[in-house]
């Protein structure tokens, strides 16, 4: 899809978008796998509504102004977005990173926010119990693909030559600075969760060995009422493997506002 670009904050933030689509507004937030992680599920929600997706500053080749660095930052962005282009009713759905972006944008009471959908969304501590955040850098390039993806044989892409693994490492330094000082949560989150204002829907590849399950399942208790969907044969990014599938649960939850 193509991009526009505007600025933000008083035109301190610039920001690239793609957006497609008319009625119902969808805005989409990546993980550390960028924008293009979420161009499928962009276009097919495009035929019934209108999908927006950014690209975060320092992701993709996109400049990031120094001070721009939290987690926090993306949120209050995005919402000034959401003023920026008259937005309403806006169903926000976040992968991994972006899920925690979209979490900390629904805290924060926006009037123009009508639902959020998490799709193996990281921001919360893990269980001491139970598995922790595993973070994919760490893994021989082997093992990686088979910790996010059901079936990474089909799904995983390795970079196409050297711009596209200096791309693929520079999304993941910016990623690392955003998180903050914990690695992909705030030690706050999950109780802050209990106020969520707006419906929730947590969405989950039940094969994610990044996130796993469990996590998610924790993720859906700290948020009061929030449903639970697990997903079949899909991994870290399900709107990926299982589209389809996504894309039905999405349509579902958005006639309910």
Request: glycine share 10%.
């Amino acid at each position: 899809m193509p991009k526009q670009r505007l600025s933000l904050l008083a035109g301190t933030i610039p920001l690239a978008i793609s957006d497609e689509g008319k009625v119902r507004t969808f805005l989409l937030l990546h993980g550390g796998a960028g924008a293009g992680s979420m161009a499928g599920l962009a276009q097919a929600l495009a035929r019934s509504g209108r999908a927006i997706v950014p690209t975060h500053p320092g992701f993709d080749g996109e400049p990031r102004p120094e001070a721009f660095s939290r987690i926090a930052d993306l949120a209050l962005a995005y919402l000034a977005l959401i003023d920026r282009l008259d937005l309403k009713d806006v169903v926000l759905i976040g992968n991994s990173a972006g899920g925690w972006i979209g979490a900390e944008m629904a805290l924060r009471n926006s009037p123009s926010i009508a639902g959020l959908i998490l799709l193996n969304a990281v921001g919360i501590d893990p269980d001491p119990a139970g598995q922790p955040i595993v973070d994919p850098t760490t893994l021989p390039p082997t093992e990686r693909a088979a910790f996010a993806f059901h079936d990474p044989q089909r799904y995983a892409l390795a970079p196409a030559g050297p711009d596209a693994i200096a791309t693929m490492a520079e999304n993941q330094r910016n990623l690392r600075l955003y998180s903050g000082e914990h690695f992909m949560h705030d030690p706050a989150l999950r109780a802050r969760l209990a106020r969520m204002p707006v419906p929730a829907a947590v969405v989950w590849g039940e094969s994610d060995r990044i996130v796993d399950i469990g996590y998610g399942r924790r993720y859906a208790d700290s948020i009061a009422g929030a449903e639970f969907h697990g997903i079949a044969e899909a991994g870290h990014f399900p709107h990926v493997e299982r589209l389809d599938a996504v894309v039905g649960l999405v349509e579902r939850f958005a006639g309910r506002l």
